[in-house]
């Protein structure tokens, strides 16, 4: 089974520091991951993804991940955070090669004070 | 480009009664997914269409929830008859193909279960 754990509801982050939102997945075989944001009354949207080759993927505005096989994280981060960037995170799996179902995490709140 | 078009935005409805939500994917869109996402969780797929056949219907129930997408295009989720902890917001995704993990999500039809 496959599984994905965001261990943090809530970031909070001053705007202008770097942001770092935590996943680590659970999977057999070769991992597929990849970042959605929810905006508060819109559907999620794609950031980034992961299949294979360079360990840090970089993703839509200013966002990348760094993919850990050891550690079976892929983290989310971003080196300057905006207010704007405050939303809902959520990190997400499947096996490559495997169901195409994928496995969400539960979410992690993001709040970047101005 | 058009977003994927959701309707309604908002459904309260009694236990045991019928509810239905339209889904209209991305022009050319061959894949269709519906998810169900419960306050606090991340979104759980329940049923994946490519074209008009479906290709995972694993973690639907279906003793009460059916799907359709009869010409490949739009679809729809039925839920009948609806329970309490049905309560969620259902959202529509698309992608081009299967294997595209950048899916395409639609706004969520928001439901509430009395």
């Known amino acids: 089974a496959q599984s994905v754990a965001q261990p943090e509801d809530q970031v909070n982050v001053a705007e202008g520091n770097p942001l770092t939102v935590k996943c680590t997945y659970s999977?057999?075989?070769?991992?597929?991951l990849f970042w959605y944001v929810q905006y508060p009354n819109r559907g999620l949207q794609f950031l980034l993804k992961?299949?294979?080759?360079?360990?840090l993927v970089k993703g839509s505005y200013g966002f990348e991940a760094e993919f850990n096989k050891s550690q079976t994280s892929f983290h989310l981060k971003k080196p300057s955070a905006l207010v704007s960037d405050s939303a809902l995170y959520f990190c997400?799996?499947?096996?490559?090669?495997?169901?195409?179902?994928?496995?969400f995490g539960r979410g992690t709140s993001l709040i970047v004070h101005p | 480009e058009a977003g994927v078009a959701q309707s309604p935005r908002y459904k309260i409805i009694e236990k045991r009664q019928s509810v239905a939500f339209w889904c209209n994917p991305i022009?050319?869109?061959?894949?269709l997914y519906w998810y169900q996402q419960i306050l606090g969780q991340g979104p759980k797929l329940l049923i994946q269409?490519?074209?008009?056949?479906?290709?995972?219907d694993s973690q639907l129930p279906k003793d009460r929830f059916s799907a359709e997408r009869l010409k490949g295009v739009d679809s729809t989720l039925k839920i009948q008859p609806a329970k309490l902890e049905d309560s969620a917001v259902y959202l529509c995704?698309?992608?081009?193909?299967?294997?595209?993990?950048?899916?395409?999500f639609g706004p969520g039809t928001r439901l509430l279960v009395l």
């Open positions: 997400a799996v499947r096996a490559l090669g495997g169901s195409y179902i994928p496995t």
């Open positions: 995704a698309s992608s081009l193909e299967t294997n595209q993990e950048t899916q395409y």
């Open positions: 999977v057999s075989g070769n991992p597929y």
């Open positions: 022009s050319g869109h061959a894949t």
């Open positions: 992961y299949i294979t080759g360079d360990n």
């Open positions: 269409f490519q074209n008009n056949g479906v290709v995972d």
